[in-house]
């Protein structure tokens, strides 16, 4: 087993031990759970983390200093000099103060004034306090959400607090992220992905689904192939981040800042833990929590106008019922914006409105002129028939703007059936022949709970990256089309539009057409005799079965 696969087996065996005490205390799959359990994971990281930076900063201390050599430093400090230590570390590291560490925790885990548990929420908030003008993010309205809340308030039976806190603070400190903190993007990203998968189903009103790690790999290598430096990433609908996060570690963390915006409290939360695992800490000011079609946050310098970004990358919701902001949206105000109009409110199911047509036109109306971006839509947006589709389509072909598309197999998202493509827009230069895919055949398939998952392979996904980068045209999989050919075709972006239907011919003499003849005949009428009999065999054991009821 290779290291970095035992510190996953361990930091999994964590993160279950966790769950565990959850389900023991009545927690389990409780609405409360993921909280507790995203936000002492967290904790748990940042204290370690401060520990592990506390050792590369301090002259008295080295990469071998233990832990219990490390704390004792701590403990020696005085106030001033731990601001100053601090203020080494930078700006991306959680300060935590002595009393709040995990180590001290456990070893007041008798208290009784005050209880335990209010000690364990007293350290919480006390972290959240002194890191809250780096560590939070923001509402519509700027106000900081904080990054801890009181934990006990979920624990109801106030008898069981202390019992429960003491058993997680049990399983926090056997653990160690040590090792972890050189590890990158990919190891935390399966972290990651393994800490919230219990609780990604429900993210919200707009955040639709979480975006599997290859895709998020694939739009990342396809949209920034090449180095670049000092760019914005945008996400209006951005869920836990797993978009922004590839995106950000193919161009690298320190060369881009994210701007991001969602409608879920839920989904920013998980935003916000995967940014701080992702030594994204600079962006996080820039996670906004709120409605991105009616009230978007980002504005341009002059904030008389919104803001525009070098990539934007988003998998938003498909469909949601937006009744009631529907009418504000449709407003003049907003029609440069919603170009091609705003979907009608149906009579029933409006739940089935089409909410991405919106964030599509949103994207494109945020993008700088140079800019690219990454949209994954329902396949059928790729031949819809509605007026606001073809409009959107037209526009991005009459733009230039049209990278390509690509569509995927079914069920790469696991928990919908819906199938899936991904559009990629490219305003660097005007585009005159997109390349469209057609993937659907890839992938293997497998059980995931009660859903079935396809996952593609290594190859087959370095196969989809090279198709774009590289224009690769393969027979029934990809083609290079000229975009009068999608003008004159309704705008369609569906590769199996433009490809020619092949029949193959076999040439054979006529004894040989005589002899397939005289065969095909006899086989005819061996399963017409057969059919017969079994009709016969039918009809008499009905017979039979009246004659006795008779």
Known sequence: MTIEREIIRKTEKMIDELKSVCSTYGLGNASSEYKIITEIFLYKYLNDKFIYETKKVAKELNENSTTKEVEKYLDSLSPEQFSILTMRMGANVAKIQNSYRVSTLFNNQNSIIPEFYELFDNALIGISNDNVDIFSVKTGSKEKIKLFDTLSQYITESDKRNAFFRAMISKLVEFSFENAFSEKYDFFATIFEYLIKDYNKDFGKYAEYYTPNSIARIIAKILAPNPTQNVTLYDPAAGSGTLLLALAHQIGEEKCTIYSQDISQKSNEFLRLNLILNNLVHSLGNVIHGDTLLNPAHLNKEKNGLAQFDFIVSNPPFKTD???????????????????????????????????????????????????????????????????????????????????????????????GTNVSIIFLDKTKKVENPILADVTNYGEKIKEGKNQKTILSESEINGIINIFNNNNEIENVSKLIDVSSIESNDYSFSLGQYLEVKQERVNISQDEFDSFKKQSLKLISEHKKRSDELLDMIANEIGTLKYENE
Request: no cysteine; glycine share 6%.
């Open 322 to 416: 937006f009744s009631e902001t529907r009418e504000q949206l449709a407003d003049d105000k907003f029609k440069d914006r919603f170009f091609a109009g705003v979907p009608a409110i149906p009579n029933k199911k409006k739940e089935s409105m089409s909410i991405y047509l919106m964030f599509i036109q949103h994207i494109i109306y945020s993008l700088k002129p140079n800019g690219k971006a990454a949209i994954v839509v329902p396949t059928n947006f790729l031949t819809g028939k509605s007026g606001i589709e073809i409009e959107i389509r037209k526009k991005i072909i009459n733009d230039r703007m049209l990278k390509g598309v690509v569509s995927m197999p079914s069920n790469i998202f696991a928990n919908t």
